[in-house]
């Protein structure tokens, strides 16, 4: 029996759409140092005061408009992706949340407590390096085994944002509907406050310095996340055969009043719909898996603004989720 285990690590979401269990949620995710980066005072009274009085019936209402009979769709797609995922696998497979349910705190415990598990590859289902999403997953799974004594070695592979066989699953499980008819794609990333960006360039002088640096080599690209979904784009743009004109790049999710990358996702549908374009296309790669950020925020929300400014339909092209080529693609990393 193999030595090893796999443990994939998404997101999180709250357990239910009551508003108590979303201010739960919303709470222990803001109050990450990782995602509100501001000094622990500053963010409590930011959480406390503008964003928990309000935000949680909002966002109840959103998860309720996307919600499954079993439950949150981040967690059931993840779900059904472990499941596939172990299937391929003659070693354990967990699955964890960073903030909620399931925790990975148990998922480390649960597979610490199997025999002759001495290693855990740690897959942050990230396609992309921020510290909102990978580092924090990372360093929580360090504070556990810390704080735990586990006798266990965490192996993290790099953020696969231009590995061949995971734009190849994302070319092929876009194809039906890049085979259709449609005006325009737009790549659709979650956004980032341009302060995250800079801070990881340690060398203070290239990241958002200048209009191409994402487009010139630099160390800094290995931690830039604005260079990372570029280059997905590239890679995807070039299997898929698009032209330039064919699509645009766009970032959605803001939250609060500092800069975010540009452009943001919703002017870019409105500036398409009145340009002419009456079909457009959303995908999101910087999400594998689909949840609240591609089906409320895109597919209802996003094709709510596109057809008031003028246009006819917007199609969400499904995230990676239980793709079969991206089950074969873990799967190969994980027996590598």
């Given amino acids: 029996m193999s030595n090893r285990a796999v443990l994939l690590v998404n997101l999180g979401s709250p357990d239910n759409t009551d508003v108590a ?53 981040l967690i059931v797609l993840s779900q059904q992706l472990k499941t596939a995922l172990q299937q391929q696998l003659d070693m354990p497979v967990e699955l964890a949340m960073r903030y909620g349910s399931p925790d990975i705190e148990s998922a480390l415990l649960k597979l610490a407590n199997q025999d002759n598990i001495e290693e ?59 085979a259709e008819q449609y005006d325009h794609l737009v790549f659709s990333y979650h956004g980032l406050p341009e ?77 398409l719909a009145k340009a002419g374009k009456k079909n457009v296309l959303v995908i999101c790669p910087a999400f594998v898996t689909d949840c609240l950020e591609t089906l409320e925020e895109i597919a209802i929300r996003g094709k709510e603004v596109f057809q008031q400014a003028g246009g006819d339909n917007l199609t969400l092209i499904p995230c990676l989720n239980h793709h079969p080529q991206w089950v074969k693609t873990l799967a190969n990393w994980c027996q590598q």
């Fill in 195 to 271: 302060s995250h960006i800079l801070k990881c360039d340690t060398s203070k002088s290239h990241c958002l310095q200048s209009p191409d640096c994402c487009e010139t080599p630099h160390p800094a690209h290995a931690t830039c996340y604005r260079h990372q979904v570029m280059k997905t784009t590239q890679l995807f743009v070039e299997q898929a055969q698009l032209n330039s004109d064919q699509y645009s790049v766009a970032f959605q999710s803001r939250l609060g009043r500092a800069k975010w990358l540009e452009p943001n996702t919703e002017d870019t549908l409105r500036a």
């Fill in 21 to 73: 269990s979303v201010r739960r949620y919303l709470d222990q995710f803001l109050m990450d140092p990782y995602v509100i980066q501001l000094p622990w005072l500053i963010r409590k009274l930011i959480v406390n005061l503008l964003v928990l009085p309000t935000r949680p019936k909002e966002s109840a209402e959103a998860y309720k408009s996307v919600w499954l009979e079993e439950g949150s769709p």
């Fill in 120 to 178: 855990v590859l740690f897959i942050p289902l990230y396609p992309h390096f921020a510290e909102s999403t990978v580092t924090t997953s990372v360093e929580q799974a360090k504070a556990v085994i810390k704080r735990q004594n586990l006798s266990i070695k965490l192996t993290i592979p790099a953020p696969f944002y231009q590995q061949p066989d995971y734009i190849s699953a994302l070319v092929e499980s876009a194809a039906p509907y890049l």
